[in-house]
């Protein structure tokens, strides 16, 4: 690995200006010389001394680099540079410096531990190296279990990694990228832009722009193909096209029909577009026969609010005198659906014009050549002949309606009805405060004594009193503002948001770590070899030192105990079960194995 | 713009269409009434409210709801405990002048009123009565009423008004109407018609307490009850639009218990058919609705405590345990 040295700025903390100078990055050394020869930060640190790496985001405000050391006490080496290439080449360079150290000091560690030496020695090639590497670096969470457990020597780097061998597979299938498919924005978003001063009207065409377009208006497609590069240049065939776009967004119809009689290559984008024409009318002989939408008409949602569009196209007449195509807003919305489903096919660059023009010309072919299949015509005539009804065979279409289907009804309703009036005879006549066993005539009169009594006295003036109204106001005030702030209602909340950022990291952190290692501690088992053995004492270690921690936690004295507590409890509980279950198993063996004293032989 | 574009400046956001559902269970007001005759000398003379008081809140309330607006339309539905019906339509009267003045409004409200009531009485006393169906008022049928009513008003005019449903309740719910209610409930959700519920009883209303969550409206039990118009005009009375910017009242919990089919018993677990998800409060060998025949007893599933999830599909059931 040779050595690289970059322009870069020296801070201590983010946001303090910096000390300008050189950063050197050597194998297994970094040095900075500032410019200013005075200035006493020169510094030369040791790599075995830093513990990892943080940088901000490409396209972030400043390009940062922050070479941690120790995490317990905090601090580290924050360089600023000046673009982020730089910033990259020094963040790939510790990366790779970094995961050559860590591997190390993990494959010295196992040496000792292990006397299994397949399984610690096993020789990593370098991409599988980069690959962990790149994993970690990308993911701060497991690059924080790695340190805590094989740095910390509780695992060792194949047992760490072995669980994730899916995270590092599927890095290899991630580099087949998805293809972007068009936009689901509407051409017609593409506004021409006024300078408000004159009368210039600029519309702006980029490549994907220009692709959409042929891919929705296949006659400007076509046209493009024959006057380009032949009859015209490229830029006044654009300008011919936007220029009759301005003309029909305008609605300016008779301008459109003198403007199309001069100018006969400018008519053809006014023109009825023949080839998407051609198209539709196939679409609809496909259509499947069996559907009807007039079946769904009543399904309707136009009479709630925000359903329907505001311009649906009824009102539009169309002038039927001159042959310019009125494209409705309902045409152009379904074309441009079709184009975006139908996805994008090229996989050429979208720079030069011509060949975009041409490549699609030839995706079309075969897609139609694809289309003609005879396969498809005759199932759908099969289809066809399968829906079409012949009269005579078929059964009287005179149901009324479909009956609801009850199996036997009068089980249904009878035997329940009985039960409903039993059940209503205990619950009603206990009825708290209520009573209600009052004569039906009784009830009915006091009913029709009130209404009267309203008749006759007329309505109280006034209806309301101030007093009572005062009372009621203050009440649902208070009512109100006690419910607003009502803490757990907001289901988007999570308790951890509540507690301070410190002790969320911290039980975050533990609880990576005891899933990492539980998961370890129940796979281990059973103990068929001296190794799992060791295993599984060094995970007990582990283990009970993250219990302590916990428990330091959850005493610590603070507003937010309680809820500390509840999340912690089942962590507790988690570690609990496992201990048992090892304290158990000890417990067996030490009995079968009797007076034999260091346990485990195998 | 001209003349002819001048009726599309209605917004319909200003206008509502309020249904307001009455409690006229005659079994409710008057042992309510004997109560607060009983201890009408101690302290509480606030729980509980005489249906003439009733009246005074509410007639004031119809007219100010159509004094907030001159397009807005009330109708008022009697809920009893044999039948229901409309007793008041404000779009009925129309232009007539008699139609306009207050007391005839009033008058016209009491004498329907008293037509319902004694309608009400000889369906009770029919041939093929039912003895005491119980006490409950009949909330499922004035909630389709209401319903029903206002597809007609959307589907008779290409404006509609903003549509809202305001239920007086005063008798406990009915455990036996619990599917019907649950269904026109799903149905003013699908249509988007909020039920604002104002309860007058003892006892809160698990069903008009889901109503309203599940529809959006405002459920409230008023403490003051001498106080109701306040209430119903600083609440209730607020259209749909104004709710954005206002904060009403928000109801601590809300009691999602279901009934079950076979003892129309409200429960807390129980069991659901797999496969038409009737709600049983024990085991049964055959499901009474579908009929479907268990051979294994366990292939009733059995639900509990799933409370306070969001309503994903239009029918649910969710058993919830209070505590």
Same mark, same amino acid.
Request: aromatic share 8%.
């Given at each position: ?97 970094? =995961?050559?150290? *860590? ?77 972007? =498919? ?29 692709? *959409? ?180 065979? *078929? ?15 009068? #089980? ?12 209503? =005879?205990?619950?009603?006549? =206990? ?21 009267? #009594? ?108 309680? *809820? ?39 | ?5 001048? +009726?599309?400046?209605? $917004? ?49 309330? %119809? ?24 007793? $008041? ?39 093929? @009565? ?41 008798? +406990? ?20 018609? +909020? ?32 106080? %109701? ?69 366990? @292939?009733?599933?059995? $639900?509990?405590?799933? @409370?306070?999830?969001?309503?994903? $599909? ?10």
């Amino acid at each position: 690995m040779a050595a690289i040295s970059k322009v870069a700025k020296y801070k201590t903390t983010v946001k303090e200006p910096g000390i300008p100078g050189v950063l050197k990055m050597m194998e297994d050394v970094f040095t900075f010389t500032p410019h200013d020869p005075r200035s006493a930060m020169k510094l030369r640190v040791d790599f075995r001394n830093i513990k990892g790496h943080k940088f901000s985001k490409d396209g972030s405000k400043q390009a940062l680099l922050n070479l941690t050391q120790d995490s317990e006490k905090g601090g580290g080496y924050i360089f600023e540079f000046s673009n982020f290439t730089e910033r990259n080449d020094c963040r790939d360079f510790v990366g790779k410096v970094l =995961g050559k150290f *860590q591997a190390l000091v993990s494959k010295q560690n196992d040496q000792p531990a292990s006397e299994k030496s397949a399984v610690s020695l096993e020789q990593l090639s370098t991409i599988e190296m980069e690959r962990r590497m790149k994993l970690l670096r990308e993911d701060s969470e497991l690059q924080k279990l790695h340190k805590e457990l094989v740095i910390g020597n509780v695992l060792t780097e194949s047992e760490f990694w072995a669980t994730r061998k899916n995270l590092l597979d599927d890095d290899s299938d991630r580099t087949l990228k998805q293809r972007t =498919g068009f936009k689901s924005a509407m051409l017609a978003d593409i506004r021409p832009s006024t300078d408000g001063r004159t009368n210039k009207v600029t519309f702006s065409l980029t490549p994907e722009i220009i692709h *959409q377009i042929f891919a929705e208006k296949p006659a400007v497609h076509r046209a493009f193909l024959n006057f380009v590069p032949s009859k015209m240049t490229e830029k006044d065939f654009w300008t011919k096209y936007c220029r009759a776009e301005y003309l029909h967004r305008t609605k300016n119809s008779v301008a459109a029909a003198a403007e199309a009689a001069e100018d006969e290559e400018l008519a053809v984008f006014l023109k009825h577009d023949d080839i998407l024409a051609d198209e539709a009318r196939r679409k609809i002989r496909r259509v499947d026969p069996t559907l009807d939408m007039e079946a769904d008409l009543g399904d309707d949602y136009i009479h709630l609010p925000d359903h329907g569009i505001l311009r649906d196209g009824s009102k539009e007449t169309a002038d039927s005198e001159n042959d310019l195509a009125r494209r409705t807003l309902a045409q152009d919305v379904n074309r441009h659906a079709a184009v975006v489903l139908e996805g994008r096919a090229l996989d050429i660059e979208l720079g030069d014009t011509r060949a975009v023009a041409e490549a699609l010309a030839r995706s079309k072919q075969e897609s139609s050549a694809d289309t003609l299949d005879e396969n498809s015509n005759l199932e759908r005539q099969e289809r066809v002949s399968r829906m079409t009804e012949i009269e005579d065979l *078929q059964a009287p279409h005179s149901l009324p309606y479909a009956p609801l289907c009850i199996k036997d009804p009068r #089980e249904y309703f009878d035997s329940q009805q009985v039960n409903a009036l039993k059940a209503l =005879g205990s619950t009603g006549a =206990g009825s708290k405060t209520i009573d209600y066993n009052l004569n039906t005539e009784e009830a009915y009169s006091y009913l029709m004594h009130q209404i009267s #009594e309203v008749k006759a006295q007329g309505l109280h003036n006034p209806i309301v009193q101030s007093e009572v109204a005062c009372k009621v106001l203050s009440g649902l005030t208070q009512q109100i503002s006690s419910t607003r702030y009502h803490l757990g209602k907001n289901p988007q909340e999570s308790v951890l948001d509540r507690l301070p950022e410190r002790t969320k990291d911290e039980i975050m952190l533990h609880w990576t770590s005891i899933q990492e290692l539980l998961r370890h501690f129940w796979s281990s088992y059973p103990i068929t070899t001296s190794y799992l053995y060791n295993k599984v004492l060094r995970l007990k270690s582990a283990m009970t030192d993250i219990y302590q921690k916990l428990k330091a936690i959850k005493d610590v004295q603070s507003d937010f105990r309680h *809820q500390i507590s509840l999340l912690v409890q089942p962590m507790l509980q988690a570690l609990d079960a496992a201990f048992a279950h090892y304290d158990a198993e000890e417990h067996k063996h030490s009995k079968k194995n009797g007076a034999k004293p260091n346990g485990f032989v195998q | 713009m001209n003349a002819a574009s001048a +009726p599309s400046k209605l $917004y319909s956001d200003d206008v509502s269409l309020i249904v307001v559902l009455l409690d006229a269970n005659p079994f409710f007001w008057a042992s309510s009434a004997a109560a607060a005759g009983d201890s009408a000398s101690s302290h509480h003379p606030t729980t509980t409210l005489p249906f003439s008081k009733l009246l005074n809140h509410v007639i004031p309330l %119809l007219n100010s709801l159509l004094l907030l607006n001159q397009f807005n339309q009330v109708v008022l539905v009697a809920t009893g405990v044999n039948s229901c019906g409309y007793i $008041y339509d404000s779009g009925d009267g129309g232009g007539g002048s008699a139609g306009g003045s207050v007391p005839a409004i009033c008058s016209e409200i009491l004498r329907r009123l008293e037509e319902f009531v004694v309608k009400d009485r000889l369906q009770g006393k029919g041939p093929d @009565k039912v003895v005491a169906t119980g006490v409950s008022s009949l909330l499922s049928g004035s909630l389709s009423l209401a319903l029903c009513y206002i597809q007609r008003v959307f589907r008779s005019r290409a404006r509609h008004p903003q549509p809202r449903i305001l239920c007086l309740q005063g008798s +406990p719910d009915g455990p036996e109407q619990y599917v019907a209610v649950m269904n026109a409930i799903f149905s003013a959700q699908r249509s988007m018609i +909020p039920i604002d519920s104002c309860v007058m009883g003892v006892q809160h209303s698990a069903f008009l307490q889901q109503a309203s969550y599940i529809t959006g409206g405002v459920y409230l039990k008023p403490q003051q009850l001498d106080g %109701l118009f306040q209430y119903l005009s600083a609440v209730f009375a607020t259209d749909l639009q104004s709710r954005n910017f206002l904060q009403l009242p928000k109801p601590a919990g809300v009691d999602f218990r279901a009934s079950c089919f076979c003892h129309k018993k409200t429960i807390d677990m129980g069991y659901v058919c797999s496969v038409c998800l009737s709600i049983f409060c024990k085991h049964h060998k055959k499901c009474s609705t579908c009929g479907l025949v268990l051979i294994y007893a366990n @292939k009733f599933h059995s $639900y509990s405590n799933s @409370k306070r999830k969001p309503f994903k $599909y239009d029918f649910c059931f969710f058993f919830y345990k209070p505590h």
